[in-house]
């Protein structure tokens, strides 16, 4: 079996892998059997001209030489093994998030039935409380867009993308397959299930779980953790005290108050995460801008972006962004204000928005554990406004680069509203200047970027501040042997698929 890259078609063109890979290794059509697509992408490097890219596998019947594009194909293969054992069916996790399910889905097959507990609600309850959070500005601190059944992930593009790829990220999508996505995300190269996709697979996989004999604890929050002898001895939750014989973190990146009672107990680390705004633009504008204007959007979707610049010791770069989406409001304690970007799977929304981000390190929030986590925190109570409560600070990108405010009110997706405000003094001159130095690169590259965009503060959640230490090979917490962090919240992952693999990784580590 041969892996074949670099096999260019037309968007326009019919599609005929045989008679593509017989003209790029200049044989008959009939030397090559059973071929899959690995992996397609979007070529758009030529707007009005776009092409598709793909990499397959194929049965080729004659001896072909190898080259950069031809290689032997390699099945991905397990490289965790199973290193702790237990005798209790029933591992306790902390989290119900990606890391928290698949955790739990390669336990059960392993034969365990975890119990799976987590702070907010089950997805039903907690959609409606966020509803209401966005209409009306009334904030649950326990159940929100950072909390609950899903976790963050669940009020987001739901995008696919992984920088890896391995035999845990295939299981990963194998499962989401298993359990409603559509099979292209296993080729896609920036596959995406918007939030109404992702809520449907996140209840099918309740459903199986629970089909399996695990058990979710709704509204239960980890409140105190005790460790002997290097291992947790006992956990309180709700008040109730209880003995597991393994413990699995999978927590989100939102959770302080959990950081604040690690952080006495088990080693953890400060690590340097990024800040800075939402930008919104028309979609129409993204769309012409990135792929041109003769384009069928009916075959391509929705135009999407992704652009990096440097200046001295700082990395300035688009984040998650969602074509056809909306800015949403993300807060997870009262009285602070959070932005994220969400879309459905149809990405069919007027406007598209991206986080813009400069890269921050303990230079400028200081070295000690959670030093990151108070900095983020700053940030996010200085942008709320008592009289317009979660309102969002908004700003003409152009008024933010001449230190001028804007003097009309923006039409943004952002709900529940916003409200005009200078951003340039919500960060220090050196993250201002940043932001203006990569604004100013991106202008040369989308021309109208900066004049269309319109700024929404602030972005801080892009990446856990902190890192809970453990094992490279087992997984374990350094400070306790049946303690397992996982996730994005451990400082792990980032993003929907780099998390679920991490905990589908940690889960794959027991065994009876």
């Keep these: 079996m041969y892996q074949i890259r670099n096999i260019i078609l037309p968007i326009t063109s019919k599609l005929d892998l045989n008679h593509l890979i017989a003209q790029k290794l200049k044989l008959s059509k009939s030397d090559i059997e059973h071929v899959e697509i690995l992996r397609r992408s979007l070529d758009a490097r030529q707007k009005n001209h776009l092409k598709l890219n793909f990499t397959v596998k194929a049965e080729i019947l004659k001896k072909i030489k190898l080259n950069n594009d031809v290689q032997i194909y390699k099945e991905p293969e397990p490289y965790i093994n199973s290193n702790f054992q237990i005798s209790d069916p029933n591992p306790f996790i902390i989290g119900a998030g ?6 739990a889905l390669s336990l059960v097959e392993k034969g365990f039935q975890p119990y799976i507990f987590d702070r907010g ?6 959609a409606e409380k966020v509803a209401d959070y966005w209409k009306s500005g009334k904030l649950d601190p326990e159940s929100n867009v950072q909390f609950g ?9 739901g995008k696919l993308t992984s920088r890896k790829s391995d035999y845990y990220t295939n299981q990963v999508t194998n499962y989401l397959i298993e359990f409603g996505a559509p099979e292209e995300i296993s080729y896609e190269a920036h596959p995406h299930l918007g939030t109404d996709g992702i809520r449907k697979i996140v209840l099918n996989i309740r459903k199986f779980l629970e089909a399996n004999g695990c058990k979710f604890f709704w509204n239960y ?14 956990v309180i939750i709700n008040n109730e005290s209880y003995q597991p014989e393994a413990l699995i973190l999978a927590l989100g990146n939102a959770t302080r108050d959990t950081f604040e009672l690690l952080s006495r107990k088990i080693e953890m680390e400060s690590k340097p995460f990024a800040v800075g705004f939402r930008i919104e633009h028309p979609q129409e504008f993204i769309n012409e801008t990135f792929f041109g204007k003769r384009n069928d959007f009916s075959i391509t979707g929705p135009a999407s972006y992704r652009l990096t610049a440097k200046t001295k010791n700082r990395g300035i770069y688009s984040f998650c962004m969602c074509p056809g989406g909306q800015v949403i409001g993300s807060a997870s304690e009262p009285d602070s204000i959070v932005t994220n970007g969400m879309s459905n799977s149809e990405r069919n929304g007027k406007f598209g928005n991206s986080a813009i981000v400069v890269t921050v390190n303990e230079n400028d929030y200081g070295k000690e ?11 996010e109570q200085t942008c709320f406004k008592p009289e317009l409560p979660y309102f969002a600070p908004a700003q003409n990108a152009a008024d933010f680069m001449n230190s001028t405010p804007s003097s009309n009110k923006m039409k943004t997706s952002y709900l529940p509203d916003t409200y005009i405000h200078d951003l340039n003094s919500i960060f220090p001159t050196g993250i ?4 203006k130095s990569g604004m100013k690169k991106f202008e040369t590259l989308a021309k109208g970027f900066i004049e269309k965009g319109i700024f929404l503060a602030p972005e801080t959640r892009t990446s856990s501040p902190v890192r809970i230490i453990r094992d490279k090979v087992t997984l374990n917490s350094l400070t306790a042997s049946n303690l397992f962090p996982c996730g994005e919240g451990a400082g792990f992952a980032g993003g929907i698929m780099s998390s679920a693999a991490d905990g589908f990784k940690v889960g794959s580590q027991f065994y009876r």
């Design 98 to 103: 990606p890391a928290g399910l698949f955790a």
């Design 369 to 379: 554990i959670l030093a990151g986590m108070h900095f983020q925190r700053n940030l």
């Design 432 to 435: 201002n200047s940043a932001l």
């Design 121 to 126: 609600d089950c997805l039903e309850k907690r």
């Design 221 to 234: 929050k980890l409140e105190n953790i005790s460790i002997k002898n290097n291992k947790v001895e006992s």
């Design 149 to 157: 059944e899903g976790g963050a992930g669940t009020f987001s593009d």
